[in-house]
């Protein structure tokens, strides 16, 4: 398909589909490409200038989708050959399945081991499942994606050493879940010739000799039983699948415990776990905070039960008997006998 548009391109019969993108987005013909070339194209500083062949086939891939370069739907990375790998976006995908006739809804499932990976500040399912229902087939297209064959490293720069962290080591749940939804729509509606911006990345990397090590992952736990999406969000701490640090979550809640307690101020220990905790860490951080506030409500109420003292007494009849007197309340002045 790229190569066909860029043969068209160079022979000049490309200014009808231009004239078509341009009025689609109401924007000037004659400034349509300079501004499809800043915002559309992924490349670095030193790349060359991006041609007007390497415009049309996207602009080819874009029309066929019906997809919006200039809201970062599709954009695409200049390749060492001089054509283009189109990248499709999250939301492209999405899109361009809800408008397929008959696509009717997807799920997800995730498998109950979990891991860490390799530079991962956040732990994920070994796998993630996605099932495309269509409305012409009788069973639905199920995919599913594995966190070490998909996982990207941080970016490293070798001369300086800096590493630039990535959203596969702040939210590789999300990613994975990605992946796995653009792998089941390629499946499930035949979409070609896009790919999704990992994809594009690992092509240009090939092409530059540029070989990634595959992702080291470290099991942390078992989780549940794989759930469906759709389902209800656990509404007890025992249900959760473990994602954060609970042995520090533990130290920061037992420290601002015993705070509250010498202070009384357990309003601000709630509102410090709102500014500093989020997700599951929250969650699980807010009920452990609730059971010490109970804990200690049922230990002030021991203390407050009246006390009682025993006294042997001789009745009339000379027998003895052991009563019980409640103790006088303490007035909090002194006692004048």
């Known amino acids: 398909m790229v190569a066909t548009a860029q043969a ?25 490409m300079g501004v499809l070339k800043e915002t559309a194209f992924k490349q670095a500083n030193d790349s060359p200038e991006v041609t007007d062949a390497q415009m049309y086939a996207l602009l080819v891939v874009a029309d066929q989708y019906n997809l919006n370069p ?51 500040r956040a732990v994920c399912p070994a796998w993630i499942e996605a099932k495309v229902y269509r ?21 490293k720069d070798h001369q300086t050493g800096y590493e630039s962290v990535g959203p596969w080591q702040t939210h590789p749940k999300r990613m994975l879940r990605h992946k796995a939804l653009i792998q089941c729509y390629r499946v499930a509606f035949a979409f070609v010739g896009i790919y999704d911006e990992d994809e594009a990345t690992r092509i240009i990397d090939a092409q530059n000799n540029v070989h990634q090590e595959p992702a080291k992952v470290i099991p942390i736990g078992k989780a549940t039983e794989a759930q469906v999406i759709e389902q ?36 601000a220990a709630k509102d410090l776990l709102n500014e500093r905790l989020k997700g599951n860490a929250l969650i699980y951080a807010s009920e452990k905070l609730e059971e010490s506030i109970e804990e200690l409500k049922s230990d002030a109420d021991t203390d407050n039960e009246p006390q009682h003292q025993t006294e042997q007494v001789t009745d009339e009849h000379g027998e003895q008997s052991i009563q019980m007197f409640k103790m006088p309340e303490d007035s909090g002045q002194d006692s004048m006998f």
Do not use: M
Request: glycine letters at 6%.
């Open 232 to 267: 209800e969000e656990p509404e007890t701490v025992d249900q959760f699948v473990i994602d954060f640090n609970q042995a520090s979550v533990d130290d920061f809640i037992s420290r601002l415990c015993d705070r509250a307690k010498g202070t009384g101020q357990w309003q």
């Open 135 to 155: 409305k012409d087939r009788n069973h639905p297209v199920v995919v599913r994606e594995y966190l070490d064959e998909c996982y990207r490293h941080p970016f």
């Open 8 to 32: 068209r391109a160079d022979s000049g019969t490309h200014n009808a589909l231009i004239v078509k993108v341009a009025e689609k987005f109401s924007i000037d013909t004659e400034e349509f």
């Open 70 to 120: 200039f809201t970062k739907e599709i954009y695409a990375f200049p390749d060492k050959r001089g054509g283009i790998v189109p990248v499709v976006g999250v939301d492209g995908w999405n899109r361009i399945a809800n408008e397929h006739s008959n696509f009717d809804g997807v799920e997800f499932a995730y498998s109950p081991e979990i891991l860490q990976a390799d530079s991962a």
